[in-house]
């Protein structure tokens, strides 16, 4: 049976009327129920729900007037006798407009959700202090540099600094100043007339003037070009500025919120960005750590992106080892929180179909190498050696200490498992001897 288009619910004294409107709501794929009188409507729509009502306005008792009253008003009307095709078509609208209007509530409601701080996972230091931060600027209307390195959330930072602001149900829009060339950015960001440039056909508005109310995030804001930086302090000075190729000033009231993975008190010294915009943009200063600073932190992180995308894969089957959580607290994350969201959502996608558990067998080597052990080996003292006699002899017996475990001894060596197995070939290709036997004879 197909699902209905929703439920609509009938008033009306006359049985006829009633009839006939049920049939031809039924045969658009409405579930409808009908009523003779107000009262016994509006209980229904207490007691049930519904998505859309229709009532006669001249009725005994209670007539159509005290019922739109109760139900919270009216939406539409028409007038009897009722065209059927004309009625269709106007609750068609009216459930689609219902719908459209639920939709955003819940987007709404889903968009705070994911950019409220409780979204941003930390239970390190550095992170409670970015927590701390937030709760105290994001009411505010004061410009905001987040500092960090590519990979840290800078951008969810921001999003949660908009979606905990008054501004909130307003527009954010980010704009990306590394990834646009100059003459493009500042149509972006200002907007252009028709004619400024070839290829202006029509007038465009630009990111500032669109997101006038709200929050405009420029990610990357240590790229961008000299020019525009005089016209960016401008119009967070005077609140104003000018279309490209236009003489009209446009008036916004918009949040600046910048982030930067460079060092940009550097790039003020170097000649490469205004001082008085860096002063301008960095009212409040939110540095982000990297996430090898953090490595209380992982856990969380690993299990947030771990369950989110066992769901997003239908894989609620799937655990991770302790060892499997072990060893990412030990990694280097050179791309950070986005190295380790990727990693989460590649672990679950690749596993193969009856797989239960992710061991540390299926994570990428690189993750499987743990940082070198200060002195794992006491190399034996006596005549001088060579450089390369040390190392052999280092290899082989660690290799005898976890029992030819060549993984466990490439991640006590600090070295990668075919860095190891191609050393041993050398070994064996040198000596003509087996590296087990060789590694028995040195224990001797």
């Not at 008033?11 to 009188?37: M, P, Q």
């Amino acid at each position: 049976m197909a699902e209905s288009k929703g439920l609509v619910i009938v008033i009306d004294d006359d049985e006829g009327n009633r009839r006939s409107t049920d049939l031809a709501l039924r045969k658009d794929g409405y579930a409808v129920v009908s009523f003779a009188t107000g009262g016994e409507g509006l209980d229904h729509l207490r007691e049930e729900g519904g998505d859309l009502m229709i009532t006669d306005l001249r009725m005994p008792g209670m007539d159509g007037l005290a019922v739109l009253k109760q139900a919270k008003g009216a939406d539409d009307y028409l007038q009897k006798p009722v065209n059927l095709v004309e009625l269709r078509k106007r609750v068609a609208a009216a459930v689609e407009k219902r719908r459209l209007a639920q939709e955003v509530v819940r987007l709404r409601a889903r968009l705070e959700e994911k950019f409220s701080f409780g979204q941003i996972v930390g239970v390190s230091q550095g992170m409670q202090q970015v927590l701390h931060q937030l709760s105290l600027v994001a009411p505010t209307r004061s410009s905001v540099l987040i500092v960090g390195e590519s990979g840290t959330g800078k951008e969810l930072i921001a999003n949660a600094l908009h979606q905990n602001s008054p501004r909130k149900d307003l527009r954010f829009l980010p704009i990306n100043c590394a990834a646009i060339p100059a003459e493009i950015l500042e149509s972006e960001l200002f907007g252009h007339e028709r004619g400024a440039f070839t290829g202006a056909v029509q007038r465009k508005a630009g990111k500032f003037e669109l997101a006038d109310r709200g929050t405009l995030f420029l990610d990357e804001i240590g790229d961008m070009p000299p020019a525009l930086q005089a016209k960016l302090l401008r119009v967070l000075e005077e609140r104003s500025f000018m279309r490209v190729g236009g003489a009209e000033t446009i008036q916004v009231d918009v949040r600046i919120i910048a982030a930067t993975n460079s060092d940009l008190e550097a790039k003020v010294a170097a000649g490469a960005f205004r001082s008085d915009l860096y002063y301008r943009l960095k009212v409040v200063t939110i540095t982000v750590p990297p996430l090898r600073d953090r490595p209380e932190d992982i856990p969380l992180l690993v299990h947030r992106f771990f369950d989110g995308f066992k769901v997003e894969n239908r894989r609620p089957e799937l655990t991770l080892a302790p060892e499997v959580v072990e060893a990412l607290k030990r990694a280097r994350w050179e791309g950070n929180v986005r190295e380790l969201r990727n990693l989460m959502e590649s672990l679950v996608v690749l596993a193969a179909p009856g797989t239960t558990e992710i061991g540390l067998h299926d994570l990428p080597e690189t993750y499987r190498m743990l940082p070198p052990v200060p002195t794992p080996v006491s190399v034996a003292a006596g005549p001088a050696r060579t450089m390369e006699e040390i190392e052999k002899e280092a290899i082989l017996r660690t290799l005898q200490e976890t029992g030819g475990n060549r993984t466990r001894a490439a991640e006590i060596l600090g070295i990668g498992l075919r860095t190891l197995q191609r050393k041993l070939r050398d070994y064996e290709q040198a000596q003509g001897d087996d590296p087990a036997a060789e590694s028995q004879a040195a224990e001797d």
